[in-house]
């Protein structure tokens, strides 16, 4: 069964340091999404991305954070400089269409210290 | 702005016992409502996919219903087994934001032997 796909599963970084969270979406998706869980916390909207631009952000996803898929078949997700307030488990998704099931990866657990 | 609350935050029954799992929403703007299931530490499975047009939609022990003018959706997991033990969301797709699911907080689930 076709699955989205997330590496690494856990990352730790320092403070200040950039770091690019990885995902395969569904090879025939179109559209693909961040997300991202706090330890505790709702999961919360970061980003959707279609036809290679952004669609939407949200007040999180700010001048640090950036989408790429700069091939066929991934799609990233770069934080610039990290924080401790970054440390949360990032979900990558995708879809075939607006109206259809959104798949979720397993998740990156970050660590920023 | 939507608001998703789920209720109860937690339950624990007996294997055997049906579950019943709560979900409201504030703003009937919505294309659909999707239903996962997240293990302590993991990703999303998704569960259910019920759209906004639609009152009911099943998957083997799952059902989840959908009232979309009061704002409420149900999960119904028949016969519960200990393996059905985890965290379930729900989860709304705004019709103006389609990237932007909004999660509940989610209702953590344990089934006793």
């Known amino acids: 069964e076709p699955e989205v796909t997330q590496t690494p599963s856990h990352q730790v970084t320092q403070m200040g340091q950039e770091v690019i969270l990885r995902c395969v979406p569904i090879s025939n998706h179109l559209y693909f999404y961040w997300y991202r869980q706090i330890l505790g916390q709702k999961v919360e909207f970061l980003v959707s991305f279609y036809n290679n631009e952004i669609s939407e952000k949200s007040e999180i996803f700010d001048d640090q954070f950036s989408v790429e898929r700069p091939d066929g078949s991934n799609f990233t997700l770069k934080i610039r400089s990290t924080k401790l307030e970054d440390s949360a488990m990032y979900f990558c998704?995708?879809?075939?269409?607006?109206?259809?099931?959104?798949?979720f990866g397993q998740g990156t657990r970050l660590t920023v210290v | 702005k939507q608001e998703v609350t789920q209720i109860p935050a937690a339950l624990s029954v007996p294997e055997g016992e049906n579950l019943v799992l709560n979900c409201s929403f504030t703003d009937s703007a919505i294309y659909n409502l999707q239903w996962f299931r997240q293990d302590p530490g993991k990703g999303l499975t998704s569960l259910l996919l019920?759209?906004?047009?639609?009152r009911e939609q099943t998957s083997g022990r799952l059902n989840a219903s959908l009232d979309k003018s009061s704002g409420r959706s149900t999960l119904y997991i028949a016969a519960s087994q200990p393996g059905d033990s985890a965290t379930y969301l729900c989860?709304?797709?705004?019709?103006?934001?389609?990237?932007?699911?909004?999660f509940g907080a989610g209702t953590q689930v344990v089934v006793t032997p």
């Open positions: 989860a709304v797709r705004p019709s103006d934001s389609w990237g932007k699911f909004q």
């Open positions: 998704a995708s879809s075939l269409a607006v109206n259809t099931e959104a798949f």
């Open positions: 019920i759209q906004s047009s639609q």
